[in-house]
């Protein structure tokens, strides 16, 4: 770099997306938290380790394969074009390491590439691995109490390092070809992070089954409460944090548009991930009125229940993400609260109608508020442009309804389902009755209450000696 | 010998990698995946040790025998 402006740019981008990185860290932490105070004693350390581990599991993955995905994928392949060349992104490029931005040494690198990746390769691949840890995390919530370790680890790949990345690929990416043809919008990842990873959570819950004593035998869903609901309003509200650099993460924070607007001069924006005008100010007002649409519906319609209002805060954001870079922060406030109707009501109805157990309320909150978020962008946007490219389809209600089953459905529940299913019929999916019963940190616990055990009979031989004296 | 920068008094523009053994990346990728491949491997069989270790007494009721028994030594 030999030139200051340029220079302040790449250095600054690669800042900005360095910062956002440490902010979506949060989010982890606050999952964490909220997932072991939503855990009963018995199984808090289980739960807390299972999460734990998903973040190196997921990282060397998303390094492996993941990135390459992303680019490499946009056009299907096969739908609008072949497998893209990435030689910037596969796990033994030199550009995937430290580098100064010289000329390359490894083949089918050019110049071109160096200089555009040596300085942002590796935060642009942190940024997007962190959503990745958030959708494996998502899953995560849903299933706490009763799933193997090693059967969530293999999930949590599969979601965070291939589903989601695949439909980042097609639906979350300049030219992806759901963008191309579909005109599919989803600035802040309504459904390439949220209803993706809700909808992989119930295909998981299906084959696992719910935690023992959650249903009567007439199938009336019983309430198994966190442990610790501090704790798990304290993690709502560190994801809340987190979610601030997830959102800024999304934007590009400095680029000149100008040429491709048609424009002779040079005209310098912050983008979305689709390269089209937004700005942060923009997505300041929006997050926060969302937020606030979500929390105070939320707390109307659950009767102010601490665990509910947070979590439907988190869905007023997710149901008014997909158009967040453009909507009016009224309009984003209705739409987020909106969004923890849809959650609320569709989580009890679901529960009650086919026995669901899903532990925090995941589903709900990512998966539905999420789908419904991309369908009503479709409305709210009807007819702009979903990018750039005078060439590629417009926004409309029909390409967001397909956008969202794609991400729901086809990218989310299906393969949750099948890979759970493959994992329950080798017998991998579920602890055994005995170790739920005994709890999952059985190792830990067996200490803890053969200790029990002989401080309660040490005390009753105390109390009766007190008695017979 | 040198395992990859051997001065900053260059232009600094020519310089690409900054990681030592330059040219091992297929190597290193392809030792990494099986680290972990092998982690998976091992997890899951802890795993599953450890279940079956577990005796199906989820009130520990045999736990609480011997405690009744070694007190009752005691006393």
Same mark, same amino acid.
């Given at each position: 770099?030999?030139?200051?402006?340029? #220079?302040? =740019?790449?250095?600054?981008?690669?800042?900005?997306?360095?910062?956002?990185?440490?902010?979506?860290?949060?989010?982890?932490?606050?999952?964490?938290?909220?997932?072991?105070? &939503?855990?009963?004693?018995?199984?808090?350390?289980? =739960?807390?380790?299972?999460?734990?581990?998903?973040?190196?599991?997921?990282?060397?993955?998303?390094?492996?394969?993941?990135?390459?995905?992303?680019?490499?994928?946009?056009?299907?392949?096969?739908?609008?074009?072949?497998?893209?060349?990435?030689?910037?992104?596969?796990?033994?490029?030199?550009?995937?390491?430290?580098?100064?931005?010289?000329?390359?040494? *490894?083949?089918?690198?050019?110049?071109?590439?160096?200089?555009?990746?040596?300085?942002?390769?590796?935060?642009?691949?942190?940024?997007?691995?962190?959503?990745?840890?958030?959708?494996?995390?998502?899953?995560?919530? &849903?299933?706490?109490?009763?799933?193997?370790?090693?059967?969530?680890?293999?999930?949590?790949?599969?979601?965070?390092?291939?589903?989601?990345?695949?439909?980042? #690929?097609?639906?979350?990416?300049?030219?992806?070809?759901?963008? *191309?043809?579909?005109?599919?919008?989803?600035?802040?990842?309504?459904?390439?992070?949220?209803?993706?990873?809700?909808?992989?959570?119930?295909?998981?819950?299906?084959?696992?089954?719910?935690?023992?004593?959650?249903?009567?035998?007439?199938?009336?869903?019983?309430?198994?409460?966190?442990?610790?609901?501090? %704790?798990?309003?304290?993690?709502?509200?560190?994801?809340?944090?987190?979610?601030?650099?997830?959102?800024?993460?999304?934007?590009?924070?400095?680029?000149?548009?100008?040429? #491709?607007?048609?424009?002779?001069?040079?005209?310098?924006?912050?983008?979305?991930?689709?390269?089209?005008?937004?700005?942060?100010?923009?997505?300041?007002?929006?997050?926060?009125?969302?937020?606030?649409?979500?929390?105070?519906?939320?707390?109307?319609?659950?009767?102010?229940?601490?665990?509910?209002?947070?979590?439907?805060?988190?869905?007023?954001?997710?149901?008014?993400?997909?158009?967040?870079?453009?909507?009016?922060?009224? *309009?984003?406030?209705?739409?987020?609260?909106?969004?923890?109707?849809?959650?609320?009501?569709?989580?009890?109805?679901?529960?009650?109608?086919? *026995?669901?157990?899903?532990?925090?309320?995941?589903?709900?909150?990512?998966?539905? #508020?999420?789908?419904?978020?991309?369908?009503?962008?479709?409305?709210?946007?009807?007819?702009?442009?979903?990018?750039?490219?005078?060439?590629?389809?417009?926004? =409309?209600?029909?390409?967001?309804?397909?956008?969202?089953?794609?991400?729901?459905?086809?990218?989310?529940?299906?393969?949750?389902?099948?890979?759970?299913?493959?994992?329950? $019929?080798?017998? $991998?999916?579920?602890?055994?009755?005995?170790?739920?019963?005994?709890?999952?940190?059985?190792?830990?616990?067996?200490?803890?209450?053969?200790?029990?055990?002989?401080?309660?009979?040490?005390?009753?031989?105390?109390?009766?000696? %007190?008695?017979?004296? | 010998?040198? +395992?990859?920068? +051997? +001065?900053?008094? +260059?232009?600094?523009?020519?310089?690409?990698?900054?990681?030592?053994?330059?040219?091992?990346?297929?190597?290193?990728?392809?030792?990494?995946?099986?680290?972990?491949?092998?982690?998976?491997?091992?997890?899951?069989?802890?795993?599953?040790?450890? !279940? !079956?270790?577990?005796?199906?007494?989820?009130?520990?009721?045999?736990?609480?025998?011997?405690?009744?028994?070694?007190?009752?030594?005691?006393?």
């Amino acid at each position: 770099m030999d030139n200051q402006l340029e #220079a302040l =740019t790449i250095i600054f981008t690669e800042t900005y997306y360095w910062i956002t990185v440490v902010l979506m860290f949060l989010i982890h932490v606050g999952f964490c938290m909220y997932e072991v105070g &939503a855990s009963r004693r018995k199984n808090m350390l289980h =739960t807390l380790m299972k999460n734990t581990m998903l973040i190196p599991l997921v990282t060397v993955t998303f390094y492996f394969f993941g990135w390459w995905i992303y680019f490499a994928f946009q056009n299907g392949p096969g739908i609008s074009g072949g497998l893209i060349e990435a030689p910037w992104a596969t796990p033994w490029s030199e550009l995937m390491g430290a580098h100064m931005g010289g000329a390359p040494v *490894q083949g089918g690198l050019s110049g071109a590439d160096t200089m555009a990746w040596a300085r942002v390769n590796g935060v642009f691949w942190a940024a997007f691995l962190l959503f990745s840890w958030t959708a494996a995390s998502i899953v995560s919530g &849903a299933v706490i109490e009763r799933i193997r370790s090693g059967a969530f680890w293999i999930l949590a790949i599969l979601i965070g390092s291939f589903c989601w990345v695949l439909d980042a #690929a097609w639906g979350w990416s300049e030219n992806g070809w759901m963008v *191309q043809k579909l005109g599919y919008h989803d600035a802040y990842a309504s459904g390439v992070i949220h209803a993706i990873a809700g909808g992989f959570a119930l295909g998981v819950l299906i084959h696992l089954g719910a935690r023992i004593g959650k249903f009567a035998p007439d199938g009336t869903p019983r309430d198994i409460r966190p442990h610790n609901p501090w %704790l798990v309003t304290v993690g709502l509200f560190l994801i809340y944090t987190g979610f601030w650099g997830f959102y800024v993460a999304c934007n590009i924070p400095i680029i000149d548009i100008g040429p #491709a607007a048609g424009m002779d001069s040079s005209f310098f924006s912050t983008t979305n991930i689709y390269l089209t005008p937004t700005s942060t100010s923009a997505i300041t007002f929006n997050f926060l009125m969302s937020l606030s649409g979500g929390l105070m519906v939320g707390y109307l319609i659950s009767k102010g229940d601490p665990f509910w209002t947070y979590s439907l805060g988190l869905a007023g954001v997710i149901g008014a993400s997909a158009g967040n870079d453009l909507y009016h922060p009224i *309009q984003a406030m209705l739409i987020g609260g909106g969004a923890a109707i849809v959650a609320y009501k569709m989580h009890y109805w679901v529960e009650r109608t086919w *026995q669901i157990d899903d532990a925090v309320g995941a589903v709900a909150v990512h998966g539905y #508020a999420g789908f419904y978020g991309v369908v009503v962008a479709g409305f709210m946007l009807w007819g702009y442009p979903s990018s750039m490219h005078a060439d590629y389809a417009a926004i =409309t209600p029909w390409g967001q309804l397909a956008g969202a089953v794609i991400m729901f459905f086809v990218l989310g529940f299906i393969p949750g389902y099948i890979a759970a299913g493959i994992l329950k $019929r080798l017998g $991998r999916l579920r602890v055994p009755e005995h170790v739920e019963l005994a709890g999952l940190d059985f190792g830990e616990n067996a200490e803890t209450e053969r200790a029990a055990g002989e401080i309660l009979v040490a005390e009753r031989r105390a109390a009766e000696k %007190l008695v017979g004296d | 010998m040198s +395992t990859g920068i +051997t +001065t900053w008094n +260059t232009n600094l523009l020519d310089i690409g990698p900054l990681y030592p053994f330059v040219g091992s990346e297929m190597l290193l990728v392809s030792a990494a995946i099986a680290v972990w491949l092998i982690w998976h491997f091992l997890q899951a069989r802890a795993e599953a040790r450890e !279940a !079956a270790e577990l005796k199906p007494d989820p009130l520990h009721a045999e736990e609480m025998l011997q405690a009744l028994e070694k007190e009752n030594q005691r006393t």
